[in-house]
């Protein structure tokens, strides 16, 4: 249906309205304009034509011949009826008009076959490379684990290699599940079957619930956590688990790009009607280019990091998906490289929490 207005607008309603502007605009300005008005509606013809086509460029030309026969040929202010001459003029620019409005509208048509041809490669481009990708990071872990169950069938009463190969193993699967989990929950956003579970929450229960994920490579690495949550931003209503899963994301993230001997700090404040959750960390940062597009499906900030940090670019899509459909808001900040990185949250505060404070 929408389509379909859109046509009629592009074919009909817009070549009317260019011709009555250019109807208003050749009679106000006639002393000066002389000879140049049939350019000017030449011009509406040829706008026409390449936004609405064939029809759009006809609709033009019905509606340039009727004002001009109107506003500039004898009698004036009275349609027809016209001498021989002013009949030949008419026509030779009705049919100069349809020729013009067959060529645009033929060349706006092949413009628009080359646009999506392009669009086209440029997708499979992309659905190669996320199959490539995607037998990568399914590998990977499988890799590991392999590595793990062959070390450990080697000292099988050693139980200190037992616990290496236990723990390579676990952290292995737990890649392996969120990454999994990641593909499910963009297929789910796709097809409009993802939901959320709200109740409420205390934001340190969850902060600490998805930091102890990421907490045994922040301690490898020495990268130190600073909590600070405002106690009159502690509560809200969320789903609990999206909720970690954005704030698992968001760490990841953190502790990937901050060097080591580095600081995540993460805090809340109240904000009226809002809360506004941050993670900050002292990392590489993000050039200003880049931060418009953090939040774009598959996109990463170079190849250099999809090959040495893995991942498929979800991760922030789905986490602003997930906070979208919690009606908040999330962005990030950045003064540039080796300048730190700033992801900044904002929900609605529970309703109660609003009538206490006023």
């Known amino acids: 249906m929408k389509s379909n207005r859109r046509l009629f607008y592009l ?5 009317t309205v260019l011709t009555a502007i250019a109807a208003l605009v050749s009679f106000f300005l006639q002393a000066y304009l002389d000879k140049t008005v049939d350019i000017l509606f030449g011009m509406v013809v040829m706008s026409s034509a390449w936004s609405g086509g064939l029809w759009g460029g006809l609709c033009a030309t019905v509606c340039s011949v009727a004002a001009i026969d109107f506003l500039f040929l004898p009698p004036r202010y009275h349609l027809g009826p016209l001498s021989f001459a002013d009949v030949t003029v008419a026509t030779v620019f009705g049919v100069a008009a349809i020729l013009v409005s067959q060529i645009v509208s033929k060349a706006r048509r092949t413009e628009d076959e080359r646009v999506a041809r392009k669009a086209a490669e440029a997708m499979n481009r ?3 490379q996320l199959f490539s990708q995607v037998a990568h990071e399914l590998r990977n ?9 062959d070390l450990w069938r080697q000292s099988p009463e050693d139980p200190t290699t037992a616990k290496i190969a236990i723990d390579t193993i676990s952290r292995s699967l737990k890649l392996e599940f969120m990454f999994v989990n990641d593909l499910v929950d963009w297929a789910r956003l796709k097809s409009g079957k993802f939901e959320l579970n709200i109740r409420p929450v205390h934001l340190d229960e969850a902060i600490e619930t998805a930091w102890s994920v990421v907490r045994n490579q922040a301690e490898e ?4 956590k600073e909590v600070i949550i405002d106690k009159n931003a502690n509560d809200i209503d969320a789903d609990y688990e999206r909720l970690i899963q954005v704030l698992w994301n968001l760490f990841t993230n953190a502790v990937k790009f901050t060097p080591r001997g580095g600081k995540v700090t993460i805090g ?8 506004s959750l941050f993670v900050q960390d002292t990392g590489r940062g993000i050039a200003k280019e880049a931060l418009p597009h953090l939040f774009d499906t598959y996109w990463q900030t170079s190849k250099q990091d999809s090959k040495i ?5 979800l991760g922030l899509s789905i986490a602003k998906e997930i906070i979208e459909r919690h009606g908040g808001t999330i962005h990030v900040e ?3 490289v080796n300048k730190g990185t700033t992801f900044i949250i904002h929900l609605k505060r529970p309703k109660k929490l609003v009538d206490a404070a006023l």
């Open 11 to 15: 074919r009909f309603v817009l070549p």
């Open 126 to 128: 992309t659905k190669d």
């Open 141 to 149: 872990p499988l890799a590991t684990i392999s590595m793990a169950t």
């Open 221 to 224: 690495r020495g990268i130190k």
């Open 268 to 275: 809340s404040k109240a904000l009226d009607h809002r809360i």
């Open 309 to 313: 940090l893995g991942g498929l670019g």
């Open 334 to 336: 950045s003064e540039g």
